[in-house]
Structures are given as C-alpha cells and as structure tokens.
C-alpha cells in the first residue's frame, strides 16, 4: 500500500487550498472528495464571496484577512488567473449595529483604511441604495469578492502540477486515528490508505466525521438568489457597483454583490443568517415563491432597482459553530488530526490563509497565525 504524508478529506474551499500548500512544500499529499472538483453540492459555489478587511465579527480576524489577501495575490500570480476581485464595500445600518460598528471598531483598532459615509453621502456616490435617513456606512476601498469555483479548481490545479494525488467521486466511509499519536488509515468507498496526518475539512458533512470533536456544528440552508436590475445591468457591474452588507432596523442583514460570472445579467442577493436547518442529506433545493417574495419587501426598501426579474436562486449550506467563530485545530484526541470546519457562513475569504494553516498544523502542529479563537476546547461542555 501506498503511503503518503498527508491524507486530506473534502476538497472544497479549504481542502483544496490545503491540498495545494501542502503540496507545494513538498509533502506527499492524498486529496479525496465524494464529487467533483468545484461542485455545487456543498458551500462553496454560486460564483461570488464577500472578502473585507473592517471585520465587524471580530477585530480578531484582521490578521488573517492581510494575510489571505497576499495569498490570494499569490495564487492568481502562479495560475494567472483573476480570483480577487476588488471593487469596494459599504457596510451600513443604524450607526450603533454591530455592522457598522463593529467594522469601524476593527478598521479603527488595525489602521486600516476607511471612510464614514452618512445617508446623502451614500445616495449621491451610491445611488442604487436608498438608505433611511439614520443609517450611515463604513466604505472600505479594498472589500470585494472572490470566486469560489474558480478558486477550489486552480488551487486543486496547482495542487496537481506540485505533485498531489487527487481522488474525486470516492466518498469517505471512515478514518482511524493510530492510538500512538502516529499515523491514520482512511478509508473510502473504493479502498483503503494510510499516511502519517490526516486533514478533515468536510464542510457541511463534518459532522458526520468529526462526531467526537466535542463541537456542536449546526447545517443550514441558505439561498443565494439573482436579480435582473430594473433599468438594466449597467449600474451595477464589477468598478461601478460595491459589495454591501445591509443591516436593517430589525437586525435582518442583506448582502450583495455586482453582476459577475453566474447570473452574468443579474446581480446576487442574499440574507446573511436567517437559514433552515438540515443536513446534506435532507436539504431542500427547491427555492420558493415566498423566499423570493421576502427578499423582494427588503430590496424594495434599500435597493429598489435590484427588485425586478427573478432570474434564479441556488441554495447552499453554512456549518454553524455555538459563537459562529470557525473551528481550526489540531484534534484534541488525536495529535496527527487537524480540522477546519464550523466556518458559519463567513469562511471562504480566509480559505487561502486557511490552508497555510492547515499545511503548518498538519506539518509542525502548530502555526504561528493566531488561531486561538478557534480551538475547539473553548466549549464549555468540552
Ligand atoms: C450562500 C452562502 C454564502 C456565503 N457567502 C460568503 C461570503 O460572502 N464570504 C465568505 O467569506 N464566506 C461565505 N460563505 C461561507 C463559505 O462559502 C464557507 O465557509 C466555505 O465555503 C466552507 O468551505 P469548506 O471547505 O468548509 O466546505 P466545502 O467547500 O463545502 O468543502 C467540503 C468538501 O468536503 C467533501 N466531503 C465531505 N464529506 C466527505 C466524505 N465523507 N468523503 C469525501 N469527501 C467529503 C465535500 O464533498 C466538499 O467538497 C457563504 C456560504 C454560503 C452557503
């Protein structure tokens, strides 16, 4: 039997940027997904993520964020392909609402770079967005998004060409961990390997194979849906129109992004949060006429030119942990196990500073980003 260095589970948003990290410093790498490459099955599809650096969910994460930003850069310099696009970001609501606030209190805390914009502000430079009167906005020049299929499939492409072994279409039945701290045996659908560590980033399927992590990671379905802006698409393609974060009065958030890839004359829209539970198994993909119409009362009211034609909705999952921060660690039981999972909606723009992470914990186990919030150990009922 072959044995490699490191076997990776789940070859989506962080398993692929792993697969390619590891890879590319030398390591033996096994990389094995039950689908395709860049699949829609999962959480990492729908041709757009939000990236921002003014993190309202925790000043915590910045460091991350400066860090992926360079690694996004540098993944599209060896692929030659376009990634990260950056084309602004309005984060707003009430002044007081952890949108607002807390991403001027993460920008205020790192130096990083932003304006304050009040409601004139906003519909003079903005005018697609019709705010209330008392909602203001933090604009972040260097917010924009990445794409997620693009991204899963030139790191898996990279990850190839440094020497990586990838299986797809092979679902993983189980993983062993050897009681000595060494080595682990996975095995799939089609056959049995063995390698010195193990990865698991099996997004929403995780908590199927990380049952004894003593983390409670809840699955939700959530929609992204595209409209066909009334007056057509101009206003709002990539460099005219930003990314945005809305957060209303009732503490509902909105986000959207410009016209881009999927729904190429549409823009996508979507309730950040507010998701139905379900697993992998029993999600429905059905998107329905009352969803569409519930996005439709908030886009009147703050968006009124993005409510026209329904082109299309698609739905996706988040894994959710307790305090919706991720779950990045080595396994408290099993040294040579390390995790990436609970990214609660908000993980794909770390994904590439993610798999540095993984890479460094798989290796060394342990890394010098800060990762503390993220240890699986800060549940109380562990
Ligand atoms: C609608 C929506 C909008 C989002 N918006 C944003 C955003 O704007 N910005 C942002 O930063 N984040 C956003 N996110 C979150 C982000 O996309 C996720 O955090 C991220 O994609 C999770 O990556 P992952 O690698 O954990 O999961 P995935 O990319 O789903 O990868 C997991 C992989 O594991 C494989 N797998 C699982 N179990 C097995 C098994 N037993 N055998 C073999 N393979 C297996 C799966 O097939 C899959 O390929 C959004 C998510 C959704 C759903």
Redesign the pocket.
């Known amino acids: 039997m072959k044995n490699y260095d490191v076997i990776i589970?789940?070859?989506?948003?962080?398993?692929?940027t792993t697969a390619y990290q590891l890879a590319k410093r030398g390591q033996k790498v096994l990389g094995?997904?039950?689908?395709g490459p860049a699949?829609d099955?999962?959480?990492?599809?729908?041709g757009?993520?939000?990236?921002r650096q003014a993190y309202f969910e925790d000043p915590s994460y910045v460091p991350l964020l400066l860090r992926s930003y360079e690694l996004w850069e540098e993944i599209e310099k060896e692929s030659g392909e376009d990634i990260l696009i950056v084309t602004g970001g309005l984060m707003f609501g009430p002044p007081d609402s952890l949108t607002v606030s807390g991403s001027i209190g993460s920008a205020k805390q790192w130096g990083l770079s932003y304006e304050v914009l009040d409601s004139n502000d906003i519909r003079s430079r903005f005018p697609a967005f019709t705010p209330e009167p008392h909602h203001i906005a933090l604009y972040e020049k260097k917010a924009g998004?990445?794409r997620?299929e693009l991204s899963?499939y030139t790191h898996l492409q990279q990850a190839e060409k440094h020497g990586a072994e990838l299986r797809f279409f092979?679902?993983?039945?189980s993983w062993k961990a050897n009681p000595s701290g060494e080595g682990v045996k996975v095995v799939?659908e089609h056959g049995t390997y063995e390698a010195g560590k193990l990865v698991i980033?099996?997004?929403?399927?995780?908590p199927?194979?990380l049952q004894d992590l003593g983390v409670s990671l809840e699955v939700e379905r959530?929609?992204?849906m595209f409209f066909e802006p009334i007056g057509g698409i101009e206003p709002y393609r990539v460099g005219k129109h930003p990314?945005y974060i809305w957060e209303g009065d009732d503490g509902v958030q909105l986000?959207g992004?410009p016209s881009f890839g999927i729904g190429a004359e549409g823009a996508k829209v979507?309730f950040?949060r507010k998701?139905k539970p379900c697993t992998?198994q029993t999600i429905d993909r059905n998107v329905y006429t009352n969803e569409v119409e519930l996005i439709r009362e908030y886009l009147a009211q703050f968006i009124p030119s993005l409510n026209g034609r329904f082109l299309q909705g698609?739905?996706?999952?988040?894994?959710n942990t307790e305090d919706e921060h991720?779950v990045i660690s080595t396994h408290p039981s099993h040294p040579q196990v390390s995790v990436?999972?609970g990214?609660?909606?908000?993980?794909?723009?770390?994904?590439s500073v993610?798999g540095e992470i993984l890479a460094d914990l798989a290796i060394d186990g342990k890394t010098n980003h800060p990762i503390d919030l993220f240890s699986p150990k800060r549940f109380a009922y562990q």
Do not use: N
């Open positions: 589970i789940g070859l989506g948003a962080m398993g692929s094995i997904d039950q689908f699949h099955q999962g959480s990492s599809h729908g757009s993520r939000i990236i998004f990445v997620p899963v092979e679902p993983v039945v799939t980033s099996a997004g929403a399927w995780a199927q194979l959530h929609i992204q990314i986000y992004f979507a950040f998701g992998p698609k739905t996706c999952m988040y894994t991720f990436a999972a990214f609660s909606g908000h993980g794909f723009k770390f994904a993610v």
